[in-house]
Nanobody, 125 residues
Framework: QVQLVESGGGLVQPGGSLRLSCAASGTIFSIDAFGWYRQAPGKERELVAVITSGGSTNYADYVKGRFTISRDDTKSLVYLQMNSLKPEDTAVYCC???????????????????WGQGTQVTVSS
């Protein structure tokens, strides 16, 4: 099992910055990728950024050039640095950990996703 706890959300003015943190614990050695997702009121959850165990990153077009995902494996932390924030970035941001499917002997373990409880980010003047 993997537990994820987010922090760092809050209220910020347009153009401002925030850094979100995701503290991971449990069997994190089994995790292939960490990601940040967000969900605004009345909208579906959407991907923000992903970082793999090898350090490769991928961003949604609407945050490219403004947000940066990173990880500190020595502290089991995943970060999302958000710059040039816009009102449309307002949402609950959730940390995700994905474990790929695998076999252990003859037993098959399907892909599994773990989620944190989320942290609110509000961009408003």
């Amino acid at each position: 099992q993997v537990q994820l706890v987010e922090s760092g959300g809050g209220l910020v003015q347009p153009g401002g910055s925030l850094r979100l943190s995701c503290a991971a614990s449990g069997t994190i050695f089994s995790i292939d990728a960490f990601g940040w997702y967000r969900q605004a009121p009345g909208k579906e959850r959407e991907l923000v950024a992903v970082i793999t165990s090898g350090g490769s990153t991928n961003y949604a077009d609407y945050v490219k050039g403004r947000f940066t995902i990173s990880r500190d494996d020595t502290k089991s932390l995943v970060y999302l640095q958000m710059n040039s924030l816009k009102p449309e970035d307002t949402a609950v941001y959730c940390c995700n950990a994905q474990r790929s499917a695998y076999y252990s002997g003859k037993t098959y373990y399907p892909q599994k996703n773990y989620w944190g409880q989320g942290t609110q980010v509000t961009v408003s003047s």
